[in-house]
Structure formats: structure tokens, C-alpha cells
């Protein structure tokens, strides 16, 4: 299984960017797919997730601002990010979960910054 991020990228204060995920490969059941976060001498935090059924899950710090959506017969997924803060600024992960297995796409820098 491969994930490949794209769309990152830097942005301004207040500007949006939109990050993309693809997974490939032999995947038979995607349980969830999300966005996670590693910002320089912190830990990976989870930014948003969205399940087979449609659930979605933000961080508190996203709400209102990012929105996670998936297609999942093209299993992607990708994530709208507006109103961006400087404290956005981190590698971003895309993951996929299948059956309590984490795949992980190799991260896309996003940096806020004026």
C-alpha cells in the first residue's frame, strides 16, 4: 500500500491551501482515513479523520477552519484548509486504516508565514 500527499506548500496568514491523499495498491477495506500533524519539537497530532461512513473528526484547533472529505472508490482523501494560522505550520501526514493496520503517506510541509 502506498499514500502519496501533495498540495502542500507556503501560504500567508488567513490563506487556504488543499491537501490531497492517494492510496494505492492492495487495500480491500479502508476503515478511516485522516491527516495528521507534526509541527518542529512536537508530537504527530491528529488533525481530522473521516470514516467509511462519512464520520468526521477535527481537532479542536481545526474546527471551523479545515473540512476532511474522501472519495472512497478512488480511495483519496483530502483536506481543505482555510483561515490558516501561523501555528498550522507542520509536516502533514495523510494516513489510511484498514483492519487496525496504519499506512502512512511520507508527509507534505505546510508553512504559514508572512
Known amino acids: 500500500v502506498q499514500l502519496q500527499a501533495s498540495g502542500g506548500g507556503l501560504v500567508q496568514p488567513g490563506g487556504s491551501l488543499r491537501l490531497s491523499c492517494a492510496a494505492s495498491?492492495?487495500?480491500?477495506?479502508?476503515?478511516?482515513m485522516g491527516w495528521y500533524r507534526q509541527a518542529p519539537g512536537k508530537q504527530r497530532e491528529l488533525v481530522a479523520s473521516?470514516?467509511?461512513?462519512?464520520?468526521?473528526n477535527y481537532a479542536d484547533s481545526v474546527k471551523g477552519r479545515f473540512t476532511i472529505s474522501s472519495d472512497g472508490a478512488k480511495n483519496t482523501v483530502a483536506l481543505q484548509m482555510n483561515s490558516l494560522k501561523p501555528e498550522d505550520t507542520a509536516v502533514y501526514y495523510c494516513?489510511?486504516?484498514?483492519?487496525?493496520?496504519?499506512?502512512w503517506g511520507k508527509g507534505t510541509q505546510v508553512t504559514v508565514s508572512s
Open positions: 495498491g492492495s487495500i480491500f477495506s479502508i476503515n478511516t
Open positions: 473521516i470514516t467509511s461512513g462519512g464520520s468526521t
Open positions: 494516513y489510511i486504516e484498514s483492519y487496525e493496520m496504519y499506512y
